[in-house]
């Protein structure tokens, strides 16, 4: 890792500089990556956690990259992409919105190729649109809604809690092309006006679909 400012309960990259983080566990409160015109800052996550109890913003006035190919990456606040941010969830990689309390927000477009995750107690609306051919996992005990698609390349699942996807005052009906699922206690539900389509296995394990 080079050229970071660690400040007070703060990771920021404001000259070149890559995290690396192949296992363990980093913790700051806010995350800033390329936060000054002409910084480069870069964090890769293999393995092993990085947890953000405020917000990560990727890409402000430099150049921000963020990628999971494995482990974790929680935010407690808000993630967003500047104009110069990148962001690439791959197959492996987790990025959880949240902690198990009231915050925690999806706050840009995502190409969901791992799991995107929120975790929650209360109720969450998120506009964003999620592409990809991921897993989309409620894992939070509140509602989480997702208005910013009506299809889905995603497997969708509910671990816990409600999540609610489509919108069901368009009439352009709701399709996904990865399955569905709910476990124990927990609901999945599909808003449409439309036709909803299917494409994948739908698994119940004492949840509600």
Known sequence: MSSPLLGRHCLVFSGTGTL???GGRVTNSAGFLGIFEGSVGTAIVSSGTWANSGNLTVGV???GT?????????????LSRGTFGTINLSPGGTLQIGTGGTT??????LTNNGTLSVNRSDSSTFSAVVGGTGTIVNAGTGTTTLTGA????????????????GDGSSLAGFAT????SASAGATLEIRSKG?????????????TI
């Open 20 to 22: 690396n983080v192949a």
């Open 61 to 63: 006035s430099g150049t």
């Open 66 to 78: 963020l990628t999971m190919t494995g482990g974790v990456v929680t935010v407690g606040g808000t």
């Open 104 to 109: 925690g927000v999806l706050n840009t477009n």
């Open 150 to 165: 009506t299809s889905f390349n995603a497997s969708l699942a509910a671990t816990a809690g409600r999540l609610i996807v």
């Open 177 to 180: 092309g990865g399955g569905l």
């Open 195 to 207: 036709l909803a389509s299917v494409n994948g296995l739908s698994t119940l394990a004492g949840g």
